[in-house]
């Protein structure tokens, strides 16, 4: 028997039997007919979307025990019509919901009647639009107190409904950046004070509790002394295409938004988000969903628990206790989180195995993009990722996952700290030729323990990493990989450019790592190529054949090997990296394959 195909149209109809010409209006309708149907394949089922955009009413998950997966050796594919031609369809799978009945103020400023709903992120003709921020901080001579903070400034008096008041803090530690809520705003003629959402702040005091000697500090630091950019107020709506929500009555939130020049009342649509998972998968087997725009999701974790508590990379904190690492008498210590909580991703597939996500566009959501839990077999290949709150790519505990062809880039718009890609103890993971530019801290992160082993990070661009929060790099990898050269991690033919605020690296193998062989790469515009004296030591790491244009700092450890390294001029480096065979083999394969540059 041939393929089964089936059609979902945003003109079609549930009761309709799924044809060409008579449609489903659903992808749950769609999904029910496909499970009807995988006991007995004798050939691939595909669904077929048509061009539109799909409001989905509930995520659209994917789950073995409901027979959602392909058998037979056969798969199930949910596809745009036409994928992986000139006639493709642009679908959009949106978990958002249009806003309505807005009025104009004498200000320009529109407002609408929102429910319940408190969005962080808004769309507005298809553009992400921003929160209204102050990014001076708060004004006045600042103290923390207990509770809060003090100020001499009378002007927080007069800022409208400070519920929905948000405080950040980047570089509360030098790779995280808090946020948290405000409980209200008081005060008499000669200060004002500023009460925080508990036990949030009690919570971010003690994990953001720190001393630092090292690189000049006298140990007097304080991340949380006062934040450095407050949102989402409308005394901030100050630039075009901002907003804010005010939340004064209980189930009846105002969105409030400064229009952009050309935008009028009736013609502009506004989107908020607010499905937290769009598509999810536990458990399924060979299924393939392709030529999608995954779009307009929300998380609404900082506003549950008063904050978003970044200690590094996905990590949060969000209850239990605190442990100190000691870095010693003459670097000082920090606290992270006994128990840390990851990041979610909008869109999630745990325990799954032999499944492709290809061509799929992720964009305009409010978590991390992708998330792959305890997975098997699992290809990711010619996505985009962009305009995401959080982290573009997340793989944890995973086997034979690959990350091939993607781009990623303006990721972490919200949580700062997310990285591009991020692989947590997952075995023979390939991360290659993906392209990764504008994100605001590292680029590919790799992190080792007991599992993890065999990971190949080959062939990546990634350029313009490190855009907001410092110590990180292109590429970072930390801990053990493996347990032997033959079974570590390879770094290979990898072209880092412009690693951006200081105390940045190309290369950054950290915090014991090692069995790590990194060759043939190159790093052009960093503070430093590569780390080689990091706490605890590096062990059995080897860097050969790579190109750089800063001798690497410090001498390297009798457990590091340095060879055939080459160092060139900053200032003709692209010149001659092109004029050396070699490192012009590498810059040629950078990056995503089959695209015209």
């Known amino acids: 028997m041939p393929e089964i195909r089936l059609y979902v149209s945003p003109d079609g109809q549930d009761d ?36 539109g955009v799909h409001h989905l009413r509930e995520p659209l998950a994917f789950d073995d025990k409901l027979a959602d ?48 709903l408190a969005p962080r992120r808004l769309t507005v003709d298809g553009r992400p639009a921003t929160r209204a921020a102050r990014m001076t901080g708060l004004p006045g001579t600042v103290t923390k107190t207990a509770t809060g903070y003090v100020t001499d400034s009378l002007e927080p008096q007069s800022w409208p409904d400070p519920s929905g008041l948000e405080f950040v803090y980047p570089g509360v530690y030098p790779w995280s950046e808090a946020r948290l809520a405000v409980a209200s705003v008081s005060g008499d003629a000669a200060s004002t004070t500023i009460t925080m959402v508990q036990p949030a702040f009690d919570n971010a005091k003690s994990l953001y509790d720190s001393k630092w000697y090292a690189a000049g500090g006298d140990g007097t630091w304080d991340g949380l002394a006062a934040p450095s950019v407050l949102e989402n107020n409308v005394a ?62 929300a998380w609404s974790g900082p506003t549950r628990t008063g904050g978003y508590l970044h200690y590094h990379g996905n990590a949060r904190y969000e209850q239990g206790d605190f442990r100190k690492i000691d870095m010693g008498a003459d670097v000082g ?54 305009e995401i709150s959080g982290s573009g790519i997340a793989v944890h505990d995973s086997t034979r996952v690959s990350l091939e062809d993607n781009l990623v880039h303006h990721i972490g718009t919200e949580y700062r700290g997310s990285s591009a890609v991020i692989v947590v103890e997952s075995e023979e993971t390939t991360v290659a030729h993906n392209e990764i530019h504008d994100v605001p801290h590292n680029g590919i992160v790799i992190t080792g323990g007991e599992r993890a082993k065999g990971t190949q990070v080959i062939a990546n661009l990634v350029e313009r990493s490190m855009g907001k929060l410092m110590d990180g ?7 053990p990989q493996g347990s032997s050269f033959a079974g570590g991690a390879t770094v290979r033919g990898n072209v880092i450019r412009d690693v951006l605020t200081s105390f940045n690296f190309g290369l950054y193998t950290d915090y014991g790592a090692a069995w790590i062989t990194v060759v043939g790469n190159i790093v052009h515009g960093a503070d430093t190529p590569i780390v080689l004296q990091v706490g605890p030591p590096l062990e059995n790491v080897a860097f050969l054949g790579n190109f750089w244009d800063v001798q690497p700092d410090g001498g390297a450890p009798e457990t590091v090997t340095m060879a055939g390294n080459t160092l060139l001029s900053k200032e003709n480096f692209d010149k001659e990296v092109q004029a050396d065979p070699a490192g012009a083999d590498i810059l040629a394969r950078a990056g995503r394959r089959g695209l015209e540059r």
């Open 236 to 297: 901030f709506l100050t630039e075009p295409g901002t907003f804010a929500v005010s939340r004064t009555e209980q189930g009846e939130h105002v969105l409030h938004y400064r229009p952009r020049p050309g935008e009028e009342i009736g013609e502009t649509t506004v989107l908020a988000p607010v499905l937290e998972t769009l598509v999810s998968g536990k458990g399924v087997h060979d299924l393939v969903l392709r030529g999608f725009t995954l779009a307009d999701a």
């Open 69 to 116: 997966s392909g058998t037979n050796g056969f798969r199930v594919i949910y596809q745009a019509d036409g994928y992986g031609t000139p006639a493709q369809a642009k679908v959009e799978l949106s978990g958002g919901r249009e806003i309505s009945g807005w009025s104009a103020g004498d200000d320009g400023v529109w407002t609408a009647p929102v429910g319940e």
């Open 473 to 479: 790099g292109g590429i970072y990898l930390s801990a």
């Open 333 to 386: 210590y920090v606290h992270v989180p006994a128990s840390p909580v990851q990041l979610p991703a909008n869109v999630s597939l745990a325990s799954v195995r032999r499944v492709t996500l290809e061509g799929n566009h992720f964009t305009r959501l409010g978590a991390g993009g992708l998330l792959i839990e305890d997975s098997t077999d699992v290809e990711i290949r010619g996505c985009i990722f962009d």
């Open 16 to 51: 309709w039997p799924g044809t060409v010409d008579q449609p489903f209006a659903t992808p749950r309708a769609a999904q029910e007919a496909v499970r009807a149907a995988t006991a007995g394949m004798t050939g691939d089922i595909v669904v077929a979307f048509t061009a």
